[in-house]
């Protein structure tokens, strides 16, 4: 039984069913379950006259983010402890490979649970590249993706 897991969700209905799937899994309430929800950093600035008034539009497009980001942490928090789950929430900013991966090599975690959807189209897919492919370079434990459409269809 897997002791440390790692789910990632922002409250798509890709992330949401990687937390059906780790309900799915029954890993119980001895296992350490961490939330990660990964908020994406703001745009890179470039100087001028307009600096300040684009440093303040980032910082409250950040503490909206922010806002709207913990609000689905709680959410997802709410349903893994409500299966009777141990949960550690984690909010970051960052590229959501980079931070997922770091995260679970930092904690030592055994297995990531992403969330993923076909609708993409395979032109998409291919020009930026496989997210889960990614992950799996960067990561030292295994990996679940959880198909959204198989969820669906099971409600």
């Known amino acids: 039984m897997y002791r440390k897991i790692l789910v990632a969700y922002n409250g798509t209905s890709e992330s949401a069913a990687a937390l059906h799937e780790c309900i799915l899994l029954a890993p119980g309430s001895s296992a350490e379950i961490h939330l990660l929800v990964v908020m994406s950093p ?12 684009a440093l ?3 910082e409250e497009e950040m503490a909206e983010a922010t806002q709207k980001m913990g609000h689905e942490l709680s959410r997802g928090h709410a349903l893994l402890t409500k299966a009777g789950l141990n949960v550690i929430n984690h909010l970051e900013v960052g590229e ?6 770091k995260l679970a090599n930092q904690l030592g975690i055994e297995l990531v649970i992403v969330g ?6 395979w032109a998409a897919r291919w020009w930026r590249g496989s997210t889960n492919a990614l992950l799996i370079e960067k990561m030292q434990c295994s990996l679940l993706v959880a198909m959204v ?7």
């Open 56 to 58: 303040l539009s980032i």
């Open 149 to 155: 459409e198989q969820h669906l269809s099971h409600k």
């Open 116 to 121: 993923h959807s076909r609708h993409r189209s």
């Open 42 to 53: 703001p745009p890179t600035i470039i100087g001028g006259e307009y600096a300040a008034a």
């Open 96 to 101: 959501p490979v980079d931070v997922i991966s």
